[in-house]
T-cell receptor, first 113, second 111 residues
């Protein structure tokens, strides 16, 4: 079992370029999440999907869009990248309960020049 | 405002020594508190979870405590090993499922 996988691992973009970060899980979890992690700050939730077919905004959704393609896959799209979006992006999954553990992917390190 | 503050920001100790990391929170209504370990270049991995009624929970050499009255938690690491070098993140869950993440404590274990 791969758990939670993310592609790519690293990416450099120029301001204004677009890209999609991919996340896939084989844990049969209902909920999936996208976070960004910046130095000196806690993880911040961008978007989440409580179940297949639903998505909701998190704390910092501006500049991002998401697609819950099916139960396994949850993608994050940057339509017009900005330097402020330079960050490490993590995808996470969870069954559904409030005490269930979130399982994280290895992250995507994105630099926007 | 819901907040989680961790201290210290960073800590260096010698291999074999013990250490304690702190987490103070102002989250209401409180549901549970979790400690994560994040190795460099990896995603966070859950160490422990505690609900309102739990004071102490252990996971090997890691022992977490929770004082719901003072809204404080600690993570104690016993007989540290080089593999304990990582960031340790405190996360508090509110009853509405919202997660509030601390910024983490970076722990370096020196041989």
């Amino acid at each position: 079992n791969a758990g939670v996988t993310q592609t790519p691992k690293f990416q450099v973009l120029k301001t204004g370029q677009s890209m999609t970060l991919q996340c896939a899980q084989d844990m049969n979890h209902n909920s999936m999440y996208w976070y960004r992690q910046d130095p000196g700050m806690g993880l911040r939730l961008i978007y989440y999907s409580a179940s297949e077919g639903t998505t909701d905004k998190g704390e910092v959704p501006n500049g991002y869009n998401v697609s819950r393609l099916n139960k396994r896959e949850f993608s994050l799209r940057l339509e017009s990248a900005a330097p402020s979006q330079t960050s490490v992006y993590f995808c996470a999954t969870k069954r559904t309960g409030s005490t269930d553990t979130q399982y994280f992917g290895p992250g995507t390190r994105l630099t926007v020049l | 405002k819901n907040q989680v503050e961790q201290s210290p920001q960073s800590l260096i100790i010698l291999e074999g020594k013990n250490c304690t990391l702190q987490c103070n929170y102002t989250v209401s209504p409180f549901s549970n508190l979790r400690w994560y370990k994040q190795d460099t270049g990896r995603g966070p991995v859950s160490l422990t979870i505690m609900t309102f009624s739990e004071n102490t929970k252990s996971n090997g050499r890691y022992t977490a405590t929770l004082d719901a009255d003072t809204k404080q938690s600690s993570l104690h690491i016993t007989a540290s090993q080089l593999s304990d070098s990582a960031s340790y993140i405190c996360v508090v869950s509110a009853s509405n499922y919202q997660l509030i993440w601390g910024a983490g404590t970076k722990l370096i274990i020196k041989p």
